[in-house]
Structures are given as structure tokens and as C-alpha cells.
């Protein structure tokens, strides 16, 4: 099966181990969830991924020319720019109609023009979440992508997050194996 291939990769931080000999293979056009309590190289393994970090030893391959996406534990918006310039800043080519319909999808139709400054957490969250859906990315990287949204709006962000993530490879951290099932993950990968 083709896809992303991690072999025996460590890493650590100042002599203390993170991941050790860890391998697998994430599958291109389906979702792979990681599970593990906190501090145990979830989002280590996606900075890895993504290039932002390096491993200390083995190999990580098929990610090199692809494009990628990530929604990371912060949101990381332009706080002066609303919503809708938010996501057309990294997808330009999407239509201001296309934009304002995903964010009516997750709740936002009534911010769109709003500075993300003046949105609640929640609200940013599922802006960062849309900004990474619709890029133009084969891989997308999400880190907790549902953290702070109340139980409604999570059921409704992960039904249209899951519409967008058809056929793309998904690596999503998650600590809930509800996020996990509603995504369809094809496997469940845990660190310990």
C-alpha cells in the first residue's frame, strides 16, 4: 500500500526521548487518527511530519513534494483580517461565495467580514479548522482540530470536516476516539 512511511524514527528533547524506533505507514487518501496522553509525542510526530522538525534517527518518506495543510493546537490567524480573507490569504483561488457557504457550513455565516480578534475561541477554531480544509492540500495535518467547540457545533464541525477530507491522507491527533470514528479513520496509531 502507498503511503507515508515512518521507519524506526526517534526523537528527543535535551537527552530526554520522545519517540523511539517508531514506524508505520499512513496510508495516502485515507484518515490515520494518533492517540496517546498528553506529552507523548502526538504533535512532535506531526512537526516531524510536516518538516518543521527533523528526526534524531531513521526516516520518514512520501511526503517530499506534496502539498500540505495543518490547523496546530493555536489557531493562528491574522487577527485584524475577518474569516473569509483568513482562508482566501493561503487559498486565493477559492470564490468569496465558496468561502462564505463552508463557513455557514460550521456556524460562521454572521462573522464572515468580522475581524477574528473579535470572535470567541471557538469561532477562531473552526476558521483555522476551514482555512486548512480548503487549501489546495493532498495532506492535511490537524491537531486537535475540535478542541473547544460545545458537543453540537463539534458534531456538526466533524460532519463537514470529513466531507472536506474525502480522499486526502489526514494524520488528525485526537484524544477522542469519537473524532476519530466520526472522521472514518482507516487506523488508529498510538504512542506510548
Not at 475577518?82 to 490569504?89: F, G, K, Q, V, W
Not at 465558496?98 to 464572515?112: I, K, M, N, Q
Not at 466533524?158 to 474525502?166: D, I, V
Amino acid at each position: 500500500m502507498e503511503g507515508i512511511v515512518l521507519d524506526r524514527v526517534c526523537k528527543a528533547y535535551e537527552e530526554k526521548p520522545v519517540l523511539r524506533d517508531f514506524s508505520a505507514v499512513l496510508p495516502y487518501g485515507e484518515v490515520t487518527a494518533v492517540m496517546a496522553p498528553s506529552g507523548a509525542g502526538k504533535t512532535t510526530l506531526l512537526r516531524l511530519l510536516m518538516g518543521l522538525e527533523m528526526p534524531d534517527s531513521g526516516r520518514i518518506e512520501g511526503i517530499s513534494g506534496r502539498r500540505m495543510a495543518a490547523v496546530f493546537q493555536e489557531d493562528r490567524l491574522c487577527g485584524y483580517l475577518s474569516p473569509e480573507d483568513n482562508i482566501r490569504l493561503v487559498s486565493p483561488a477559492r470564490t468569496r461565495e465558496e468561502v462564505r457557504s463552508a463557513l455557514a457550513a460550521v456556524g460562521l455565516a454572521d462573522c464572515a467580514a468580522q475581524p477574528c480578534r473579535e470572535l470567541s475561541g471557538g469561532m477562531n477554531r473552526r476558521v483555522a479548522l476551514l482555512r486548512a480544509l480548503l487549501a489546495d492540500a493532498e495532506l492535511l495535518f490537524l491537531d486537535e482540530p475540535f478542541k473547544g467547540l460545545d458537543e453540537r457545533t463539534r458534531r456538526d464541525v466533524m460532519r463537514e470536516t470529513r466531507s472536506r477530507c474525502e480522499g486526502r491522507t489526514v494524520v488528525l491527533v485526537t484524544h477522542d476516539p469519537v473524532e476519530a470514528e466520526a472522521l472514518g479513520a482507516w487506523q488508529v496509531l498510538t504512542l506510548e
